[in-house]
């Protein structure tokens, strides 16, 4: 198993220009989540989905949209970047059976907005 | 709202032990996770407490104090790869983590 990837690893955009992120998993997990990390800060739960074609915010959501179509895939889009956009984006999954579960991330995409 | 607290560093010498302490204050509570992080990785899990006591997962322990609202990480004989950023984060049932801000690890020689 691949576990959770996530595409693209590096990114730079400039201001007001809009991109997906993407993120999978081959575990068959139900639920999903994004989070941001910045520099010296824990991460932060932007959005989750606890299966597919449902979704729901978390802490930080503005800015950003999610949908679920499919187990699999959950791609996160920012519509209008902005600076404070800059960040490192994780994506977890986990099976969603009881609320302890451990997630499992994947390896980032860090991205650079000017 | 949820908030949690730990030190942000710890430094410590190769074959010692370090506890990390994270306190925190959450609106429900479902249990106390700790993740590792190496730099420019992702975060691993390491353990998870939902009940009162200690954890033990070979050089690894938490421990729990529900009525404290306090946990913290034991890391015994430590190694140089032990190097790293660990968070406490909690449960809250909405099956989503409320990370602290991080303890960073180092450790020398």
């Known amino acids: 198993n691949a576990g959770v990837t996530q595409t693209p690893k590096f990114q730079v955009l400039k201001t007001g220009q809009s991109m997906t992120l993407q993120c999978a998993q081959d575990?068959?997990?139900?639920?999903m989540s994004w989070y941001r990390q910045d520099p010296g800060m824990g991460l932060r739960l932007i959005h989750y989905s606890v299966g597919a074609g449902i979704t729901d915010q978390g802490e930080v959501p503005n800015g950003y949209n999610v949908s679920r179509s499919t187990t699999e895939d959950f791609p996160l889009r920012l519509l209008s970047a902005a600076p404070s956009q800059t960040s490192v984006y994780f994506c977890?999954?986990?099976?969603?059976?009881?609320?302890?579960?451990?997630?499992?991330f994947g390896p980032g995409t860090r991205l650079l907005v000017l | 709202g949820q908030s949690l607290e730990q030190p942000s560093e710890v430094t410590a010498v190769e074959g010692a032990i370090v506890q990390i302490n994270c306190t925190y204050q959450t609106s429900g509570f479902y249990g106390l996770s700790w993740y590792q992080q190496h730099d420019g990785g992702a975060p691993t899990f390491l353990s998870y407490n939902a009940l009162d006591g200690l954890e033990e997962t070979g050089r690894f322990s938490s421990f729990l104090s529900r009525s404290d609202s306090y946990g913290y990480l034991l890391l015994q004989e430590l190694q140089m790869k032990d190097s790293a950023s660990y968070f406490c984060?909690?449960?809250?049932?909405?099956?989503?983590?409320?990370f602290g801000s991080g303890t960073r690890l180092q450790v020398q020689p």
């Open positions: 575990m068959n997990h139900e639920y």
């Open positions: 984060a909690v449960h809250t049932g909405r099956r989503a983590l409320t």
């Open positions: 977890a999954s986990s099976s969603g059976q009881r609320a302890q579960e451990t997630q499992y």
